[in-house]
């Protein structure tokens, strides 16, 4: 039987939906997807632990958390901050940092000026994950008592809060979190590979050291540490796919065989084609499917072609009209999936679907769905939807980055932002004196620019309010992947 194309209006059932999340944006006005791709990458400016620089851009933020890791004897000042709290939790920076430079391996060529700063964010994170991984054996996971900082709300400069240093080592280990550390290493070390030479080599060395080691001393870093990462960033995934993905990294960046053998031989005892719609900083199944399928789309590896049947199926997966079960879209057309902070998946799913639309495009190929084909063109209008809807084409006619637009929230989910700044409030503020600001009606006194909270759920509604984290917290991982969105969309700004 032939199929139908996806923008076919012969297939009325699933083009319902698809037309309507399509064709709506058109009422909407354009967006600035420059100003937007600027404000994306200055957010990681604020969320930067230890001694900031001179060219540092939001100016309300200081120095903090200057003596990290003097408890272990060890420094571990730097890196970022997860979220609107003071830890520093390895796991999500590490993807962070991944999804940064896969952003600027994929889009950084059409990055323009913003490019060296997104370059700058890059080693802001990998700068931390290589004094996390000084010690051969060790890892460097977390910086603070979640529980102790969770207790208090008071901005990063003041804190006087538990800055408990946890490890996984041989005795203690953590697959998943050591996976990801060496996925984000190798993929930095592309960026700097003609940039910085001397520091690439240095990212690739340790990536290499930080993936042998997680392969040979095998387990969940949630069970090693269950009482201090659990449950902020408990793996419930397992490891097994980030042993996949840091493999398919360090694959990519030394091209060396080893990695392409253990890719083939572990891809079914790592389950590589489990939860193929869901990618983050758990779950990188998805992730691991496109990156992979590039190679066999280019003509250079058949032997991975079952990653791209994978990648196939994730793509028929999140399409409207025709999606998962797992996978919802709202009335105003939000991509939702269960769990908070529901942003997280709107970016780094509609990365996939933009990376992935590349690769077709180059192959000339198009994704059987069924009775239907999804082009190219189709995806990218899918992920481009997603981004117009953060930016403003919404019911609520909000926009959810901080700073983009003329509505946008006032009231986010951060220490930093919603306390007085050091500038105009020099004398501390310490753990309970900050919680007239956490339930204060009034705005935060201090933007966070570029921010992009949780968000709405599937009724496409929003409080904007501190207390409900979920949707008005905003994190680095939801920024990561929209940095190569926007990246894109800000050279094709009259593309439809």
Known sequence: MAR?????????????????LLLSPAIYAGHDYRDALRKSIMFFEGQRSGKLPPDQRLRWRRDSALHDGSSA????????????????????????????????????????????????????????????????????????????????????????????????????PGSDVAGETAAALAAASIVFRKRDPAYSSRLLDRATRVFAFANKYRGAYSNSLYHAVCPFYCDFNGYQDELLWG??????????????????????????????????????????????SKEVLMGKAEYFESFKQ????????????ISHPQVQYSRGGLLVKTGGSNMQHVTSLSFLLLAYSNYLSHAKKVVPCGELTASPSLLRQVAKRQVDYILGDNPMGMSYMV?????????????????????????????????????????????????????????????????YFQQSEPTTYINAPLVGLLGYLSAHSTWR
């Open 73 to 172: 004897g060890v420094d571990l000042s730097g890196g970022y901050y997860d979220a609107g709290d003071n830890v520093k939790f390895g796991f999500p920076m590490a993807f962070t940092t991944t999804m940064l430079s896969w952003s600027i391996i994929d889009f950084g060529k059409t990055m323009g000026p913003e490019l060296k700063n997104a370059v700058k964010a890059v080693r802001w994170g990998t700068d931390y994950l290589l004094k996390a991984t000084a010690i051969p054996g060790v890892v460097f996971v977390q910086v603070g008592d979640a529980y102790s900082d969770h207790n208090c709300w008071e901005r990063p400069e003041d804190m006087d809060t538990l800055r408990t240093v946890y490890k996984i080592d041989r005795a203690h």
């Open 247 to 292: 493999a398919a990294w360090l694959h990519k960046a030394s091209r060396k065989r080893a990695y392409r053998e253990f890719i083939v031989k572990n891809e079914v005892v790592l389950r590589a084609g489990d939860t193929i719609n869901e990618f983050g900083w758990d779950n990188k199944h998805a992730g691991i499917n496109v990156l992979i």
């Open 4 to 20: 139908k194309s996806l923008i076919s209006s012969e297939f009325a059932p699933a083009m319902i939906l698809l037309t309507v």
């Open 403 to 467: 700073g983009y637009g003329p509505k946008f929230p006032r009231r986010i989910h951060h220490r930093g932002s919603s306390v007085p700044s050091v500038q105009t409030h020099p004398a501390p503020i310490k753990c309970k004196e900050g919680s007239r600001y956490f339930l204060s009606p009034n705005p935060n006194p201090n933007l966070l620019v570029g921010a992009v909270v949780g968000g709405p759920n599937v009724t496409d509604a929003f409080p904007d309010s501190r207390p």
């Open 310 to 321: 994978n990648a196939d199926s994730f793509i028929c997966s999140i399409l409207p009209g």
